[in-house]
Structures are given as structure tokens and as C-alpha cells.
């Protein structure tokens, strides 16, 4: 059966307060359209996790619809510098900033995927971290006795994850590098994939190079060519650098709500915003 | 700072790729070209068996073209011939296997401490940071902790950070004016580069400069410059400057 909708009916499965994980890693392969599509519709109050992230995280503080963001590491790199809507709603307390260790995201999603409420993580040691942060705890080890810090498991309400293939069924192949996508979808309780192509899903069964992630797992699938744009997806398109640049610029929501707008009908085409 | 035909970027490069020993598993993360290009230029100087071990994945890249916006994109894993992502790279810290790791942060302390999360309150704090990414477990993990960081001020090199993210294996931090060492819990001068000064560390750095003797960090070598132009031709490795 076919799991194909609209980039507008996917967004709608993703409700306010929501825990929102996000595939991709800083400026590579992150669902850019769908996330344009949540703040489109006003969505509020999403909890946001991602071992590292930028434009997307940026763009949802931006549009006023996060509440909280866990993450190692929030910023675009070194040429497109800090994630400036990001870092005002954290510092005017509009948004929790959850900081962890990129790992301790990685050990706390390894707990949802495993079934347990906690993950014990060996490197957080000596930190602030660890007192700040009520997902954090130091408990002994009730086999040696010594000391050891555990994180809360994260079980995302949702997660979305732009990849290069999916078949109509949702079987989801990734090119390049997987990142922390593919833990994502089996720490989640619901995944949604945006695709560059939907392709046959004999695709699949005729070759050996199978999906990285099957489609039992997968409620939707959206076509979405340039969906991750303007951030990069692996053998379709580098960053567009008018694109970073331009969203950088804008200087109030009203003037995101125009940007959005320009890009719309792009998005709702599957065009992912570019012509 | 004086005048000098040595870039203060080549010196820190070559200083930090001098760093690595040959087949040492070798870490660099994202924002983090200065890391990247040494390691490379490590392998094609001293270095040639170090594992370059990054967030792609991708082991020991061969790499066609650097980008000058990331250190984390698929290009690093595209001329590579093996998979090894980010969460292999921290379980293997975590079991005592990752020699080096390239890290940085906005404050440090005279005891080693490093701050990449917030300066002021955590839960509303006056400046939130990028975050720590890696630090807070592979600088207590790593065998060595490499930090780099391309400000050196009384505001970067404090008595006592904001914020502990993180403390542990720092063995090395390199400045654009000197380098530092952890020596018995406390960080003390290594070598001054030789377009800067004992007096000039000093002035910019806000706890007391201890050193053993006054030695200056080695000059970028012909062969290493060399090498540095064939492998980033694009000068990223300037991009913080």
C-alpha cells in the first residue's frame, strides 16, 4: 500500500509539543522542506533533538515553534558562523537549550531503540552538565560498585528523515553517510521520510543493496526533489549558498513568513524550493 | 604581534599535525578545518599510518576536494574504504581506543577546565554557545585531547571558566600566540610562537603564565608548507582567522 502524501499532510502528523527528531548532520541532508512546512503552519511547542544542528533548528526557533532543543552542538559551521535565532530564544528563555554530549543524544535514542529508560554513558564525568540537567544522573554500578553517569532515554514522538530513495511502502535507502538517521527511525515512534525519488521498490528486492530502513517502521513518505536544500544531499546537490545566505538575512518573522511564502510553491510541487 | 613571513595558521597547523604520532586513531568533528588539515598533513608528513577517523565516517579519506563550509561533509567519506561514523568513533573513545581528538571551546582555566556550553546561567543564560559537540565525553576519554582555539584573550584564557563542559585528557592547546601544555593538573607555557612574545601571553591570558624554560614553537618547515598548499589549496585552513 502506498504511504505517498503531501509535504502538507505530513507536516499535520507532526502535532504541537511533539518530540521532533531530525536526520541529517549540520548543513547535510537535513528535511529543510518539511521543516519550512511546519513553520508554515504554526506549528508550537516542539521538543527538537539532533546530535548537530543548524539551518533546521534554526529556522524552527526562528518561526516561534520550539519549545525545547536537545542536542551536542547547535550552529552552522565555520563559514556561515553562529545559529543567531537559536541562541536569542535560549537566552531570552523562550527555549530550553538541553545540552549533551553528541553521544549521550546517540546513547539516549540507543536506549528508546533498545527499550530502556536509561543508557549508561562512560566519558561524562567530570561536568556542569551533569547536575544542570535532570536527564542526567550519576547511580553506582550495581555490579562493580563504582560510579557511572546514565542519560534518560529521548524516544521521539516523530522522526524526519530526508533521504536520496524510498519506494511508495516507505523502504528508505540513504546515500553517503547515514549519520545518526538510521537509529532515528528505530528509536522513534513514528518516522516520516521526505525522498529526492521514489523509486520502484524492485529496486530493492533485485539487488543486494538493500534499504536502510524498512518500510514497517515508515508511517509516510512525501516526494520531495531538493528537499534538503539548501543544505546538501549527497550525490543530488551541494549547499546552495544564496539560499543559506539569504534565510541568514532575514530580519523579523514577517520577513521569514515572505521567505517561506516565495518558497512555498516549490515545496508543495515537490520542487524543495529552489525554482 | 611581529611581523613575520610564517602565517600564524601554517604554524598552528604544522604544530598541531607535529602532534600526532604515526598510527595514532586520530578524531577531528565538525567547524573543524584547522584539525582536518593537520591530520592530513600529518599522514602525508610523519604520519603516514595516524587513522583519520571523522563524522561522516569515511576512514582514512582520500580527499579529491576539501569544502570550505564543513569538516563533516560526505566528501570525507566518498574517497574512503571503509564506514566508521560518529557513534563507532565514540564507542571506541569510550573503550580507550581513540589516541587523539581535536576539540575546542570558547573558555578555559588554569586547571584544564573547558567551556563550550553557556557563559552566565544555564537555564537563561547571557551568551548560549555552540556546545561542547564531542568534549564533555572524549576530552575525559581520548587519550589525548588536542585543543584548538584561534582566540587567545583575557576573556578565552580565564582564572576559572563559567561553566565546566568538560575536563580530562588535555594534553596540548594552541593559540594563535603560543602553546600550552597540562603538566601535574595545570596548564603551563610550552612554546611561544615567534610572532608573538612571553610578554604578549602574558597580557592575554588571565591566570599567572607559568613555564619551566622559554622555548619557541618550530617553524612550518619547506616540506610542510609545501604539503600544505597540495592538500588545502583553498586556504580553509584560515577560514577562523
Same mark, same amino acid.
Given at each position: 500500500?502506498?504511504?505517498?502524501?503531501s509535504?502538507?499532510?505530513?507536516?499535520?502528523?507532526?502535532?504541537?509539543?511533539?518530540?521532533?527528531?531530525?536526520?541529517?548532520?549540520?548543513?547535510?541532508?537535513?528535511?529543510?522542506?518539511?521543516?519550512?512546512?511546519?513553520?508554515?503552519?504554526?506549528?508550537?511547542?516542539?521538543?527538537?533533538?539532533?546530535?548537530?544542528?543548524?539551518?533546521?533548528?534554526?529556522?524552527?526557533?526562528?518561526?516561534?515553534?520550539?519549545?525545547?532543543?536537545?542536542?551536542?552542538?547547535?550552529?552552522?559551521?565555520?563559514?556561515?558562523?553562529?545559529?543567531?535565532?537559536?541562541?536569542?530564544?535560549?537566552?531570552?528563555?523562550?527555549?530550553?537549550?538541553?545540552?549533551?554530549?553528541?553521544?549521550?543524544?546517540?546513547?539516549?535514542?540507543?536506549?528508546?531503540?533498545?527499550?530502556?529508560?536509561?543508557?549508561?554513558?562512560?566519558?561524562?564525568?567530570?561536568?556542569?552538565?551533569?547536575?544542570?540537567?535532570?536527564?542526567?544522573?550519576?547511580?553506582?554500578?550495581?555490579?562493580?560498585?563504582?560510579?557511572?553517569?546514565?542519560?534518560?532515554?529521548?524516544?521521539?514522538?516523530?522522526?524526519?528523515?530526508?533521504v536520496?530513495?524510498?519506494?511508495?511502502?516507505?523502504?528508505?535507502?540513504?546515500?553517503?553517510?547515514?549519520?545518526?538517521?538510521?537509529?532515528?527511525?528505530?528509536?522513534?515512534?513514528?518516522?516520516i521520510?521526505?525522498?529526492?525519488?521514489?523509486?520502484?521498490?524492485?529496486?530493492?528486492?533485485?539487488?543486494?543493496?538493500?534499504?536502510?530502513?524498512?518500510?514497517?517502521?515508515?508511517?509516510?513518505v512525501?516526494?520531495?526533489?531538493?528537499?534538503?536544500a539548501?543544505?546538501s544531499?549527497?550525490?543530488?546537490?551541494?549547499?546552495?549558498?544564496?539560499?543559506?545566505?539569504?534565510?541568514?538575512?532575514?530580519?523579523?518573522?514577517?520577513?521569514?513568513?515572505?521567505?517561506?511564502?516565495?518558497?512555498?510553491?516549490?515545496?508543495?510541487?515537490?520542487?524543495?524550493?529552489?525554482? | 604581534?611581529?611581523?613575520?613571513?610564517?602565517?600564524?595558521?601554517?604554524?598552528? +597547523?604544522?604544530?598541531?599535525?607535529?602532534?600526532?604520532?604515526?598510527?595514532?586513531?586520530?578524531?577531528?568533528? +565538525?567547524?573543524?578545518?584547522?584539525?582536518?588539515?593537520?591530520?592530513?598533513?600529518?599522514?602525508?608528513?610523519h604520519?603516514?599510518?595516524?587513522?583519520?577517523l571523522?563524522?561522516?565516517?569515511?576512514?582514512?579519506?582520500?580527499?579529491?576536494?576539501?569544502?570550505?563550509?564543513?569538516?563533516?561533509g560526505?566528501?570525507?567519506?566518498?574517497?574512503s574504504k571503509?564506514y566508521?561514523?560518529?557513534?563507532e568513533?565514540f564507542?571506541?573513545?569510550?573503550?580507550?581506543?581513540?589516541?587523539?581528538?581535536?576539540?575546542?571551546?570558547?573558555?578555559?582555566?588554569v586547571?584544564?577546565?573547558?567551556?563550550?556550553?553557556?557563559?552566565?546561567?544555564?537555564?537563561?543564560p547571557?551568551?548560549?554557545?555552540?556546545?561542547?559537540?564531542?568534549?564533555?565525553?572524549?576530552?575525559p576519554?581520548?587519550?589525548?585531547? *588536542? *585543543?584548538?582555539?584561534?582566540?587567545?584573550?583575557?576573556?578565552?584564557?580565564?582564572?576559572?571558566?563559567?561553566?565546566?563542559?568538560?575536563?580530562?585528557?588535555?594534553?596540548? @592547546?594552541?593559540?594563535?600566540?603560543? @602553546?600550552?601544555?597540562?603538566?601535574?593538573?595545570?596548564? +603551563?607555557?610550552?612554546?611561544?610562537?615567534?610572532?608573538?612574545?612571553?610578554?604578549?601571553?602574558?597580557?592575554?591570558?588571565?591566570?599567572?603564565?607559568?613555564?619551566?624554560? @622559554?622555548?619557541?614553537?618550530?617553524?612550518?618547515?619547506k616540506?610542510?608548507?609545501?604539503?600544505?598548499?597540495? @592538500?588545502?589549496?583553498?586556504?580553509?585552513?584560515? *577560514?577562523?582567522?
Open positions: 500500500m502506498s504511504k505517498v502524501i509535504l502538507q499532510e505530513a507536516a499535520q502528523l507532526i502535532h504541537d509539543g511533539d518530540i521532533l527528531g531530525l536526520g541529517g548532520n549540520v548543513l547535510h541532508r537535513a528535511p529543510m522542506a518539511l521543516v519550512r512546512e511546519l513553520v508554515r503552519q504554526n506549528k508550537k511547542d516542539l521538543k527538537l533533538v539532533k546530535t548537530a544542528g543548524a539551518m533546521d533548528v534554526d529556522m524552527l526557533c526562528f518561526g516561534g515553534c520550539v519549545s525545547s532543543v536537545d542536542a551536542g552542538f547547535i550552529s552552522y559551521e565555520s563559514e556561515f558562523s553562529l545559529a543567531v535565532h537559536y541562541r536569542k530564544a535560549v537566552e531570552s528563555g523562550e527555549i530550553m537549550g538541553n545540552e549533551h554530549a553528541c553521544y549521550t543524544v546517540i546513547s539516549a535514542l540507543r536506549a528508546a531503540s533498545y527499550g530502556v529508560g536509561f543508557m549508561p554513558v562512560k566519558g561524562l564525568v567530570v561536568s556542569d552538565l551533569i547536575g544542570v540537567n535532570d536527564y542526567f544522573l550519576r547511580i553506582q554500578n550495581p555490579f562493580t560498585n563504582e560510579m557511572v553517569t546514565v542519560v534518560k532515554a529521548i524516544c521521539p514522538d516523530v522522526a524526519v528523515i530526508h536520496q530513495e524510498a519506494d511508495e511502502e516507505g523502504n528508505a535507502r540513504i546515500t553517503g553517510p547515514l549519520f545518526e538517521d538510521v537509529l532515528f527511525s528505530r528509536a522513534a515512534r513514528k518516522v521520510l521526505t525522498a529526492e525519488k521514489i523509486v520502484p521498490g524492485s529496486l530493492f528486492s533485485s539487488g543486494m543493496k538493500k534499504a536502510d530502513i524498512p518500510n514497517f517502521l515508515v508511517e509516510a512525501v516526494r520531495a526533489p531538493r528537499g534538503a539548501p543544505c544531499c549527497f550525490g543530488c546537490y551541494d549547499i546552495d549558498r544564496k539560499g543559506i545566505i539569504g534565510f541568514k538575512a532575514l530580519k523579523d518573522r514577517e520577513a521569514l513568513g515572505g521567505h517561506l511564502l516565495s518558497l512555498e510553491y516549490g515545496d508543495h510541487k515537490g520542487y524543495g524550493g529552489s525554482l | 604581534m611581529m611581523e613575520s613571513k610564517n602565517r600564524v595558521c601554517d604554524t598552528m +597547523v604544522c604544530a598541531m599535525a607535529r602532534m600526532i604520532r604515526d598510527g595514532d586513531n586520530v578524531f577531528h568533528g +565538525v567547524s573543524s578545518h584547522m584539525p582536518m588539515v593537520a591530520v592530513l598533513l600529518a599522514k602525508a608528513m604520519a603516514p599510518k595516524a587513522v583519520h571523522n563524522i561522516p565516517g569515511g576512514v582514512d579519506p582520500v580527499l579529491r576536494k576539501l569544502q570550505k563550509y564543513t569538516s563533516a560526505p566528501e570525507l567519506l566518498e574517497g571503509s566508521f561514523p560518529l557513534m568513533v564507542d571506541l573513545s569510550m573503550r580507550g581506543g581513540l589516541d587523539v581528538a581535536f576539540l575546542s571551546g570558547v573558555q578555559f582555566d586547571w584544564g577546565n573547558v567551556n563550550a556550553s553557556v557563559i552566565g546561567d544555564y537555564k537563561k547571557k551568551v548560549r554557545l555552540p556546545g561542547g559537540a564531542g568534549s564533555a565525553v572524549l576530552i576519554t581520548a587519550k589525548r585531547a *588536542i *585543543i584548538w582555539r584561534t582566540k587567545h584573550d583575557q576573556r578565552t584564557f580565564v582564572n576559572q571558566v563559567d561553566f565546566i563542559t568538560t575536563r580530562g585528557n588535555v594534553d596540548k @592547546i594552541v593559540t594563535p600566540l603560543c @602553546i600550552f601544555k597540562m603538566e601535574n593538573g595545570e596548564m +603551563v607555557l610550552d612554546t611561544i610562537h615567534e610572532t608573538s612574545s612571553l610578554e604578549e601571553v602574558r597580557e592575554n591570558t588571565g591566570f599567572p603564565i607559568k613555564y619551566s624554560r @622559554i622555548a619557541y614553537t618550530p617553524l612550518p618547515t616540506e610542510e608548507l609545501s604539503a600544505l598548499g597540495r @592538500i588545502d589549496p583553498g586556504n580553509y585552513r584560515n *577560514i577562523e582567522f
